[in-house]
Structure formats: C-alpha cells, structure tokens
C-alpha cells in the first residue's frame, strides 16, 4: 500500500506542475473590448457624460429664464437684464453643447486608436496600455485647463518680502535730470 502512495503522490506533484506550466503558458487570447482597460478611454468617456448632464441641466434653465422675461413689463431696467441673462445663459448652452460633442468625438477617437495600438501589442507580445501615455495625458490635460490669468498663478512676491513697505518707491531728482 505504501508502493501506491508514493506513487499516487508522485503523480500528483508531477500533474499539479504541469498544470501550473500550462496555465502559466497558456494560450493568450485578444480582448474583445480592449478600450475598457485604457484609462485615456475611461477618463474620456466620463468627460463627455459630465458634459451631457451640464448640457441638460442648462437645457431646464432656459424656460425659467423666457418666463421671467415674459414676466416684466415693456422697455423696463429688469427687462433689458433679463434678456442679458438670456442671451448669456444661452451662449454658455452653446459652448458646453459644443465642448460635449467634441469630448464624445473624441472618446470615440480613442477607442478606435486604443484598439489599433492594443492589436499591435499584443502581436508583439508587450503590455497595454502605455503608463507612460497615461501620464503624458494627464500633464496634458493639466496644462490645458491650467488658469491662463497672470495674476493667479504668479504669487505676489512683494508681501514675501521682508523689506517691502507697501508705499511706492520714492522717485530720485537726479535721475529724472
């Protein structure tokens, strides 16, 4: 009975390594959907579904703002103002509108670019997606929505300064001669 054993145990220990061998090699197969695993496509995707809710919550807007309109007498203060809202509210419409359809085109760009790269990866056996590209993507996006107003991003450096008084500097005569 022990001869048995130690067979049995034998043939377990060697089917248990090839079965590890197996899988480890085993045959790779192409996602389907690879665009859910490029995090550009995901960020992308969720751009363009925020973009629709603003888009439909400026869309409700626009009847309370024409009723208020309706609402004021002719050639009056509040009238001329709330046609200004109006026309504000309304171009702001328009750019979101505009911003949402690009985020969409856009996401669907990817998706087609993240397909074409993962097929060519995957034919030469490398991992996807890039983290490099991720990260150049996000330097990208930071830099585009950076403030582009000076004087926010450029600290005050004379209130740092241990000798500014706070009074403008005094002009020299000899100078101005």
């Known amino acids: 009975m022990s001869f048995f054993l130690q067979n049995l145990t034998k043939f377990l220990l060697v089917s248990g390594l090839i079965g590890v061998f197996l899988t480890s090699i085993g045959c790779?197969?192409?996602d389907p959907n690879p665009e859910l695993k490029d995090p550009?496509?995901?960020?992308?995707?969720?751009?363009a579904e925020d973009?629709?809710?603003?888009?439909?919550s400026k869309e409700k807007e626009v009847p309370k703002l024409k009723n208020e309109i309706e609402?004021?007498?002719?050639?009056t203060l509040p009238l001329k103002l709330a046609r200004k809202k109006l026309r504000e509210h309304l171009d702001k419409l328009k750019m979101v509108k505009q911003d949402a359809h690009y985020a969409k085109i856009r996401a669907e760009k990817r998706k087609v670019l993240g397909r074409q790269a993962y097929i060519i990866?995957?034919?030469?056996?490398?991992?996807?997606?890039?983290p490099k590209e991720f990260e150049l993507y996000k330097v990208n996006r930071?830099?585009?929505?950076?403030?582009?107003n000076w004087n926010k991003r450029?600290?005050?450096l004379q209130s740092a300064n241990p000798n500014f008084s706070g009074q403008k500097p005094q002009k020299n005569e000899e100078n101005e001669k």
Request: charged share 50%; hydrophobic share 35%.
């Open 28 to 30: 790779k197969e192409k």
């Open 71 to 75: 609402k004021e007498k002719v050639r």
């Open 51 to 56: 973009l629709a809710k603003e888009v439909e």
């Open 121 to 130: 990866a995957f034919q030469k056996g490398e991992s996807w997606p890039d």
């Open 154 to 156: 450029v600290p005050k």
């Open 40 to 47: 550009i496509y995901l960020d992308l995707k969720k751009i």
């Open 142 to 148: 930071r830099l585009r929505s950076a403030d582009l």
